[in-house]
């Protein structure tokens, strides 16, 4: 709106202007390619239901035959990166229906109440990966920390602070005591770092010399896999002198 302020009377007003136009961007419309609207997809823990969240809304559809079911109802109010937990009972969520983006849980069946989790949100917070035994919930936010939900306290932990750029993937262990997760070293590199739940150690797991990334753990929790550029093999033949190109390194990432 376009408003006109009266500075001696204290006074304001709405100036009445009439837009004449079709307003083809109002009316109803088909989207050829519904899957591009779509900014996150998980699967259950039983791999029989995936829950999607698309332009603010979140939707639980049924592996095979079955009802698709939209969750979230409410107008005015965007949510987001939704989740299973681990129990499939409860879905993990970040909503801005208090003003801030907080964590909420809702019922995969839209049948019940929202429950909000956090309360302390003052920066955008992004998608959170709750452990394995459904105790906590580590994500990062747009002040680059990373924090530690427990989900039955609802209290957050701050574990680590990154200086040079946001937190990379975070996977849990098996056993839900280690949190692994990616952190720009001071040089840039992106190196993996390790947390453990119970003492709050913080143990680096790759060096800084050279980029690692998307840690995950084997099944028995005694390895962590992860891709690293540290292939270093030139198509270009040695040496390379006045008159020949650069080394060229086509395929450095290697699990």
């Known amino acids: 709106d376009l408003r006109l302020y009266d500075i001696a009377a204290g006074t304001d007003r709405l100036i009445p202007i009439t837009l004449a136009s079709d307003f083809e961007h109002t009316r109803e419309r088909w989207i050829p390619n519904p899957w591009s609207y779509v900014s996150s997809i998980h699967a259950a823990p039983e791999g029989d ?15 095979r035959q079955g009802r698709l079911v939209e969750v979230t109802r409410r107008q005015g109010v965007r949510y987001s990166d939704a989740r299973f937990l681990p129990d499939g009972q409860r879905l993990l969520l970040l909503s801005d229906e208090s003003g801030e983006v907080e964590y909420w849980t809702a019922p995969p069946n839209g049948i019940g109440p929202f429950t909000q989790l956090t309360t302390d949100g003052q920066v955008l917070r992004y998608m959170g990966v709750p452990s394995p035994n459904g105790q906590w919930v580590a994500f990062s936010d747009k002040n680059h920390h990373l924090w530690l939900l ?13 200086r040079r750029g946001n937190f990379g993937k975070l996977a849990w262990s098996p056993d839900s005591r280690w949190l692994a997760y990616v952190q720009p070293a001071d040089n840039l590199h992106e190196q993996i770092w390790l947390y453990q739940v119970e003492d709050g150690r913080r143990l680096p797991a790759t060096s800084d010399r050279i980029d690692s990334f998307a840690p995950a753990w084997s099944a028995d929790g005694k390895w962590l896999y992860f891709l690293s550029d540290r292939q270093f093999r030139s198509l270009v033949e040695s040496p390379w002198g006045a008159r020949q190109p650069d080394p060229y390194l086509d395929k450095t990432t290697k699990v």
């Open 150 to 162: 427990n989900l039955s306290t609802q209290e957050t932990r701050q574990i680590a602070v990154s």
């Open 49 to 63: 239901r995936v829950v999607l969240t698309s332009r603010g809304r979140v939707f639980v559809a049924p592996a």
